[in-house]
T-cell receptor
Framework: AQSVTQLDSHVSVSEGTPVLLRCNYS??????LFWYVQHPNKGLQLLLK??????LVKGINGFEAEFKKSETSFHLTKPSAHMSDAAEYFC??????????FGTGTRLQVFP | GAVVSQHPSRVICKSGTSVKIECRSL??????MFWYRQFPKQSLMLMAT?????????EQGVEKDKFLINHASLTLSTLTVTSAHPEDSSFYIC????????????FGSGTRLTVV
């Protein structure tokens, strides 16, 4: 069965510093992996997705993630945090029935 | 890009009444729609998957008679919370996918349901 583990429930960074949100996955076959962002009381916006093409995936708003099969990881990074990046981030894996399986989320706080 | 409109964004209802939430795909045909529930500060839990013209498939532990899902057309799915109780208060989010997977999974903006 597929699953994702988001290693940090809460990450705090200063504006202008790098962001790292960690995600490990478990899958019995080559997975599709996604990162979504959710602002308070809003729906989810797709940041980026990996579907067995390039292992380094570039997304919107300067975010990117690297698929590392040997480490079963798909960490999300951004070189320089902005105040508007403060939100909840979900790492998601798609199973073989096309259902999305969500991680528990990481709340990103950005301090001025 | 693909847009999914979810309505209402916020609803308050009395215990025992029913509430209908609509999810519409505005610029693509959503052959599959998903309904999620999200408790405060928690992740999204899939409630059910619906394919146009067929009965929804509910996840284990989700009462199909309480959460009625109708996917009557390729652009509209509805979730009706019947005989709502305070414990049904939650944030409900729909997601839609087209047959060709051209747009991936597109999420609605969510509905905050409060049962008083």
């Amino acid at each position: 069965a597929q699953s994702v583990t988001q290693l940090d429930s809460h990450v705090s960074v200063s504006e202008g510093t790098p962001v790292l949100l960690r995600c490990n996955y478990s899958s019995s076959y080559s997975p599709s992996l996604f990162w979504y962002v959710q602002h308070p009381n809003k729906g989810l916006q797709l940041l980026l997705k990996y579907t067995s093409a390039a292992t380094l995936v570039k997304g919107i708003n300067g975010f990117e993630a690297e698929f590392k099969k040997s480490e079963t990881s798909f960490h999300l990074t951004k070189p320089s945090a902005h105040m508007s990046d403060a939100a909840e981030y979900f790492c998601v894996v798609s199973d073989n029935t096309d259902k999305l399986i969500f991680g528990t989320g990481t709340r990103l706080q950005v301090f001025p | 890009g693909a847009v999914v409109s979810q309505h209402p964004s916020r609803v308050i209802c009395k215990s025992g009444t029913s509430v209908k939430i609509e999810c519409r795909s505005l610029d693509f045909q959503a052959t599959t729609m998903f309904w999620y529930r999200q408790f405060p500060k928690q992740s999204l839990m899939l409630m059910a998957t619906s394919n146009e013209g067929s009965k929804a498939t509910y996840e284990q532990g989700v009462e199909k008679d309480k959460f009625l899902i109708n996917h009557a057309s390729l652009t509209l799915s509805t979730l009706t919370v019947t005989s709502a109780h305070p414990e049904d208060s939650s944030f409900y989010i729909c997601s839609a996918r087209d047959a060709g997977y051209n747009y991936g999974y597109t999420f609605g903006s969510g509905t905050r349901l409060t049962v008083v």
